[in-house]
């Protein structure tokens, strides 16, 4: 169960910087500059929370848990999910989500011991959704750029 929301995580991770990504090759009109340079912070950051999640999935669990065919179905889902509405606060909120989520089943689980930094690890995420989404609501409040 641990490993599912982990695995969960990641592949939301990786379906929220590539959309992150996407939005700042979109950004465009008067907040142009500013939208580019904000997108372009937030993919950047997840790069750093995707392989210290994976280190931390390869470390407790195999490897082998990390297979990218899997892990790329898993992240297109996400984004297949949010095609019907692509915008910065849905992405944020689908960060926060899952990563409370993996928290939570975490704390909860019972199973075997988990690394000293787990939790930390998977709260630091969360937090740092937190504040982004805080961020794109104060940007866009609730008419956030659809793709």
Same mark, same amino acid.
């Given at each position: 169960?641990?490993?599912?929301?982990?695995? =969960?995580?990641? /592949?939301? &991770?990786? $379906? #929220? *910087?590539?959309?992150?990504?996407? @939005?700042?090759?979109?950004?465009?009109?008067?907040?142009?500059?500013?939208?580019?340079?904000?997108?372009?912070?937030?993919?950047?950051?997840?790069?750093?929370?995707? =392989?210290?999640? /994976?280190? &931390?999935? $390869? #470390? *407790?669990?195999?490897?082998?848990? @990390?297979?990218?065919?899997?892990?790329?179905?898993?992240?297109?889902?996400?984004?297949?999910?949010?095609?019907?509405?692509?915008?910065?606060?849905?992405?944020?909120?689908?960060?926060?989500?899952?990563?409370?989520?993996?928290?939570?089943?975490?704390?909860?689980?019972?199973?075997?011991?988990?690394?000293?930094?787990?939790?930390?690890?998977?709260?630091?995420?969360?937090?740092?959704?937190?504040?982004?989404?805080?961020?794109?609501?104060?940007?866009?409040?609730?008419?956030?750029?659809?793709?």
């Amino acid at each position: 169960m641990v490993l599912a929301a982990m695995l =969960d995580l990641w /592949a939301c &991770l990786r $379906a #929220g *910087h590539h959309l992150y990504h996407t @939005l700042h090759w979109q950004a465009k009109g008067p907040q142009f500059y500013g939208d580019h340079l904000l997108f372009g912070e937030l993919y950047k950051k997840i790069e750093g929370e995707i =392989d210290d999640l /994976a280190e &931390l999935i $390869a #470390g *407790h669990y195999g490897s082998d848990k @990390l297979d990218p065919v899997k892990a790329w179905a898993a992240a297109g889902e996400k984004i297949n999910m949010l095609v019907c509405a692509p915008d910065p606060i849905t992405i944020a909120e689908m960060l926060v989500m899952s990563a409370e989520h993996a928290c939570e089943v975490v704390s909860g689980s019972g199973e075997a011991p988990y690394p000293a930094g787990l939790d930390n690890a998977l709260s630091g995420i969360s937090t740092s959704h937190i504040k982004d989404l805080y961020l794109l609501k104060q940007r866009y409040g609730a008419g956030a750029p659809k793709k």
